[in-house]
């Protein structure tokens, strides 16, 4: 497949990047405070409306220089890409909700969390991306693992759809208790503090630290399932970057907005371990049949929007 990046398209993405964080950050507001439904969902928007530029940015480019077949092949492979990432990034949502309701982190304390924490998932998929690009390049036969291992995925994600993670026993945690001073109680926004004991200054970490180390290690975890995820749309290292990046920029605002009604899409984790069904066989199936980028934005859209809907009809029927 072609790789369409060049110095002057990375350039651009870069900047329109930095600028939006620089937006989000600063004017949208970087103090401690309490993110509200309606600025959850603005937030929520602009990043929608920002991607969807970028597509449209990416499309008139690559129509004036390298012709309109490639310009609507690459540009409904970011679309579809985008998608996917946005709608595997859910699930990321609800392990968040669970983590800040087991550390007791406040709502106008979590964004400073997912602050870092984007920032965190923005260098790691980076590096697992080209990682991943290089390694595809050089055995193509990966792509057949990464299909097996996402089929596996979301059989497991289905059959485990209603299990709760056990996080008072998760080893990550056993592992920082042991090996780390751990304040019992939060200081604000501040991840570490230091006590005086016995005439020696002692460096605790807040609750707070906690919360951002299991955030930056759930997104490591789910960073393993959504990037073969979108090698099997496409393995242009520019494509897979930039929808993957968009993603989750947008993802903190997608958590406040989903904060308050979590427990509406109780059935949508059905419909993300069939779409990870659906990209592992599309994946295993790569050099048999190529199933078209149309057909597979069709299909995530339908599965998606199909188990929303089901579980808005669910939840209403409970009431």
Sequence with gaps: ?????????????????????????????????????REAATWSVVWVCVSMLFAAGLWWYLDANLGRELANQKTLEFITGYLIEKSL??????????LFGFFAIPLELQKRVLVFGVLGAILMRTVMIFAGAWLIA???W???????????????????????????????????????????????ERFFITRNEAGKAVRYATP??????????????????SIPAIFAITTD????LTSNIFAILGLRAMYFLLADMADRFSLLKYG??????????????????????????????AIIGTSVVLSLRQGRARH
């Excluded at 990375?10 to 509200?36: P, T």
């Design 138 to 140: 050089q055995f193509h």
């Design 1 to 37: 497949m072609e790789n369409i990046s060049n110095p002057w398209l990375w350039g651009s993405f870069a900047a329109v990047v930095l600028v939006m964080l620089a937006i989000d950050l600063f004017v949208g507001g970087g103090k401690q405070h309490r993110v509200s439904f």
């Design 237 to 240: 290292p520019f494509i897979v």
């Design 89 to 98: 990034a859910v699930d990321n949502v609800f392990i968040w909700l669970m």
């Design 142 to 188: 990966i792509l057949y693992l990464f299909g097996a291992f996402l089929l596996i995925t979301g059989i497991k994600m289905w059959w485990f759809a209603d299990e709760k993670p056990d996080l008072a026993n998760n080893p990550l945690i056993r592992w920082l208790r042991s090996h780390m001073n751990i304040a019992h109680e939060l200081h604000g």
């Design 272 to 301: 993300l371990a069939l779409v990870l069904m659906f990209i592992g066989v599309k994946m295993l199936l790569i050099d048999l049949f190529k199933i078209p980028i149309l057909f597979s934005l069709g299909v995530v859209a």
């Design 208 to 225: 707070l630290f906690l919360a951002l180390v299991l955030v930056e290690f759930s997104d490591i975890i789910f960073a393993v399932d």
